[in-house]
């Protein structure tokens, strides 16, 4: 199986093996997004508003857990699709269990200061005290299960097992989807029953991941005991390449703060309540784009391992183009029908015609935001840690908040919106000037 895998990589036309790649791992994003939404679901109906947002409050806790696994994951991915493009089956193989090790010392880590710490984390999230019996009982269960909240797909997918990598996705997330009316409902558990759901979720994740590395031999990678003694200067390689999905996420909540002080100043409770929804769509629209770099990361990585130049840089060439064409149709669907989008989470008549307007706004920034994603992927898995992180910095930081400062001054609410656009066209620019550079150094122009 392995084998096979590392021949699909390397062998199959890039075009065809792109969607290959892409198709499982699109699923995959979408499956998580809808569990978010079920989740949701169940909590409200079955235990109530306040539920709903004492485990929402919380959620800053919960980004940065998976800004750790995600740090650790997209690091040792483009480490080790590049290590078997060079046929480095011994680096691969240290790399991994080097990732595992880290990953869950740090998860014990997280788990002991945060229930050590608890009331004072959910405090300092902004947690009041009616919200708080909620999401207490919500977060100390998730803490505790800490160490199972992440199934290393990235890592399967590395090595070319994409349809692995999504059930490693879906079948977690339908346990999940499964048990929250009988924990919630049947067994009247409340938030406690929506949490425990989640982890033994988790664990089947957990499960599954240590199925496929170490007893199916599907995977191409063959980890001893020796392979987790700490390697320095392999995991300092982890955690810079790593480090951008980190700060993207992190920044990306903070980003989410300080939006959300200035709609507070300039337009009140309904510009807020109605960022949430545009949020909401605009993660909707981006699932494709997520899933889709998801799968080609690992392909560029390889090849890029392997000497396979004109892979790389057709993969490069046909992902943009598609990104263009996805952002284009994107945008015209929420121009056309920025309404009714609306209409399906609201029925509040002034937050659908706010929304309307500002989905308009804000998304002009689709039409920039795929280009990126597939730029920013290509960093990553070539192990262009500085490039990569410039973009990173570039878009939830370097450009942002300037723009978002000087235009909410000049222009009040709508400066805000426009801010959006905006940076993400500066963000853009720089990385494909960036991009270019990198390409024609090495000969890979496009």
Not at 370 to 380: D, H, I, K, N, R
Not at 396 to 409: A, D, E, T
């Amino acid at each position: 199986m392995g084998n096979e895998n590392q021949r699909l990589l390397g062998e199959t036309p890039v075009k065809k093996l792109i969607w290959k790649m892409a198709i499982p791992s699109i699923m995959g994003v979408m499956a998580y997004n809808l569990y978010n939404i079920v989740d949701t679901f169940f909590i409200s109906k079955g235990v109530g508003a306040n539920a709903v947002g004492g485990v929402s409050v919380s959620f800053p806790l919960f980004i940065f857990l998976s800004a750790v696994s995600s740090t650790l994951g997209s690091g040792a991915a483009s480490v080790i699709s590049r290590a078997l493009g060079q046929k480095d089956y011994e680096k691969a193989n240290r790399a991994a269990a080097n990732t595992f090790g880290l990953f869950y010392l740090l998860a014990i880590m997280v788990t002991v200061f945060g229930l050590i710490y608890l009331e004072q984390l959910l405090y300092m999230m902004g947690v009041t005290d009616t919200l708080m019996p909620y999401a207490k009982r919500y977060t100390r269960i998730i803490l505790m299960g800490a160490v199972t909240s992440t199934g290393f797909s990235n890592l399967i997918r590395a090595e070319g097992s994409s349809k692995y990598a999504m059930y490693i996705w879906v079948i977690p997330m339908s346990v999940n989807v499964i048990l929250d009316p009988i924990f919630i409902f049947g067994l009247d558990m409340g938030v406690i029953g929506a949490a425990a759901a989640t982890v033994v979720s988790q664990c089947v994740s957990m499960g599954m991941f240590l199925y496929y590395f170490f007893i199916s031999g599907k995977s191409v990678l063959r980890i001893r005991p020796r392979h987790f003694i700490p390697d320095k200067k392999l995991l300092c390689e982890i955690f810079f390449i790593g480090l951008p999905s980190f700060l993207q996420m992190i920044g990306h909540a903070a980003s989410i703060i300080i939006v959300n002080q200035f709609l507070k100043k300039y337009g009140g409770d309904l510009s807020i309540n109605t960022y949430g929804v545009v949020s909401k769509i605009n993660t909707f629209f981006s699932i494709p784009v997520t899933g889709f770099v998801q799968g080609l990361s690992p392909i560029i990585g390889y090849n890029k391992g392997a000497g396979k130049i004109e892979r790389v840089r057709e993969s490069i060439k046909f992902s943009l183009c598609v990104a263009g064409a996805y952002s284009f149709w994107g945008y015209v669907v929420i121009m056309v029908l920025a309404s009714q989008l609306m209409y399906i989470f609201t029925d509040d008549n002034d937050m659908i015609v706010m929304g309307s307007h500002v989905l308009k706004i804000v998304n002009l920034g689709i039409l920039c935001s795929s280009l990126q994603s597939v730029q920013s992927a290509y960093f990553q898995a070539v192990g262009e840690k500085k490039a990569s992180l410039l973009v990173a910095l570039c878009n939830q930081i370097l450009c942002f908040i300037p723009i978002l400062l000087m235009m909410s001054k000049a222009y009040g609410l709508d400066g805000v919106w426009y801010a959006f656009p905006m940076s993400t066209t500066i963000a853009v620019i720089i990385s494909t000037i960036v991009l270019r550079k990198i390409l024609k150094k090495e000969g890979e122009g496009i």
